[in-house]
T-cell receptor
Framework: AQRVTQPEKLLSVFKGAPVELKCNYSYSGSPELFWYVQYSRQRLQLLLRHISRESIKGFTADLNKGETSFHLKKPFAQEEDSAMYYCALMDSGGSNYKLTFGKGTLLTVNP | DTGVSQDPRHKITKRGQNVTFRCDPISEHNRLYWYRQTLGQGPEFLTYFQNEAQLEKSRLLSDRFSAERPKGSFSTLEIQRTEQGDSAMYLC???????????????FGSGTRLTVV
């Protein structure tokens, strides 16, 4: 069975500090990994996906198959980054495109 | 098109009552998904449709739950004989599947928050 683990429920950093939100996954197939973000009073939205290999709002995430991790990083956190972040996994070999989410990490960036 | 719409935004119901939620996806999206999110958890997959066909149901979807998408446009999720454990945020998402094996991503709705008292 596939599983996504986000070990930190809460993460608090100061503005300008580096931030890393951890995500580990368990899946025997070929996974596709995503980070979703939910800002206060807004709907869940895609932040980035590993196959795009892009940086969105200064965030990057690298898929490490050896460590089964997909940690989200940003070198200098901003107050507007405060939000709930969910890591999600999809079976890239299937066609249902359903996602398995982690429990989420609430990031607070303090001034 | 204003994105994925869900109605109502909030629903409070007494245990044992039936409730129905509606989701209006982005009009050109042929796939529609339902997820449930309880407190402290990430969203969990319930079911999905390709056009009007319901192609997969999670084991989370007990017999009291039924979902439809009659004309391949909007979808309804009905819960019969609600229980306190059904209290959750019910999220709808839609996507366009063009059959190439390329996942184009979801657009989520704002959700319906159900409270069973």
């Amino acid at each position: 069975a596939q599983r996504v683990t986000q070990p930190e429920k809460l993460l608090s950093v100061f503005k300008g500090a580096p931030v890393e939100l951890k995500c580990n996954y368990s899946y025997s197939g070929s996974p596709e990994l995503f980070w979703y973000v939910q800002y206060s009073r807004q709907r869940l939205q895609l932040l980035l996906r590993h196959i795009s290999r892009e940086s969105i709002k200064g965030f990057t995430a690298d898929l490490n198959k050896g460590e089964t991790s997909f940690h989200l990083k940003k070198p200098f956190a901003q107050e507007e980054d405060s939000a709930m972040y969910y890591c999600a996994l999809m079976d890239s070999g299937g066609s249902n495109y359903k996602l398995t989410f982690g429990k989420g990490t609430l990031l607070t960036v303090n001034p | 098109d204003t994105g994925v719409s869900q109605d109502p935004r909030h629903k409070i119901t007494k245990r044992g009552q039936n409730v129905t939620f509606r989701c209006d996806p982005i009009s050109e999206h042929n796939r529609l998904y339902w997820y449930r999110q309880t407190l402290g958890q990430g969203p969990e997959f319930l079911t999905y449709f390709q056009n009007e066909a319901q192609l997969e149901k999670s084991r989370l979807l007990s017999d009291r739950f039924s979902a439809e998408r009659p004309k391949g446009s909007f979808s309804t999720l009905e819960i019969q004989r609600t229980e306190q454990g059904d209290s959750a945020m019910y999220l709808c998402a839609s996507s366009l599947n063009i059959g190439t094996g390329l996942f184009l991503g979801y657009t989520f709705g704002s959700g319906t928050r159900l409270t069973v008292v």
